[in-house]
């Protein structure tokens, strides 16, 4: 079955400190994605890569930067995470698809609470 | 720029009968994809159904099904024969056919009851 992994279910850090969110997926995929969801907003992209090394920004980047070493591995990094970077986030995969339907595979979330 | 609007945060419905989750989005392109995705409480989120702009046929899976208005930009949920299993967030999700990147809209909680 195929899979994406994000490192921690929950987590809580400190206001200031450098928080890293760590995404595997095992299924090839050229895309990868970075959306943040909270109660009332859906899900709003921050971050997002179409091969290794590239990025692109999303809807809501501000706070955020991303890396992509490797193709199986998306991370997101809070550089000093910040109370209001208390959200849910998911990462995502799928192929490139060139104009065609494909669909997103997604890990199941990390809860980050930052105090 | 495309948005994703869902006007009803929350919803219910007894278990069995048949309840329609409202979508509207807004482009000004013509060819892309729309989505519906299921999020239990287990926070996976499941692809529900999928539908072509350029297919006039609505899309069917199971009990699930959907009513997609090009003209009126609006792509509507039906489930019926609700089930206890039915209940969670659902997220309507627009993509356009030159990109890879998916818009969503803010969801609907569904609740069944018994």
């Known amino acids: 079955d195929v899979k994406v992994t994000q490192s921690s279910r929950y987590l809580v850090k400190r206001t200031g400190e450098k928080v890293f969110l760590e995404c595997v997926q095992d299924?090839?995929?050229?895309?990868m994605f970075w959306y943040r969801q909270d109660p009332g907003l859906g899900l709003r992209l921050i971050y997002f890569s179409y091969d290794v090394k590239m990025k692109e920004k999303g809807d809501i980047p501000e706070g955020y930067s991303v890396s992509r070493e490797k193709k199986e591995r998306f991370s997101l990094i809070l550089e000093s995470a910040s109370t209001n970077q208390t959200s849910m986030y998911l990462c995502?995969?799928?192929?490139?698809?060139?104009?065609?339907?494909?669909?997103?595979?997604f890990g199941s979330g990390t809860r980050l609470t930052v105090v | 720029a495309q948005t994703v609007t869902q006007s009803q945060p929350e919803m219910s419905v007894q278990e069995a009968e048949t309840v329609t989750l409202s979508c509207t989005y807004d482009?000004?392109?013509?060819?892309?994809?729309l989505f519906w995705y299921k999020q239990p409480p287990s926070r996976q989120m499941i692809l529900v159904i999928r539908q072509e702009a350029y297919k006039q046929q609505n899309a069917t899976e199971n009990r699930f099904s959907v009513n997609f208005q090009k003209a009126a930009k609006s792509f509507s949920l039906k489930i019926s024969d609700s089930q206890l299993g039915d209940a969670a967030m659902y997220f309507c999700?627009?993509?356009?056919?030159?990109?890879?990147?998916?818009?969503f809209g803010t969801g609907t909680r569904l609740q069944v009851f018994p």
């Open positions: 999700a627009y993509r356009s056919a030159s990109a890879d990147k998916l818009i």
């Open positions: 482009t000004s392109e013509s060819d892309y994809y």
């Open positions: 995502a995969s799928s192929l490139y698809t060139g104009g065609r339907s494909g669909g997103y595979t």
């Open positions: 299924m090839d995929h050229e895309n």
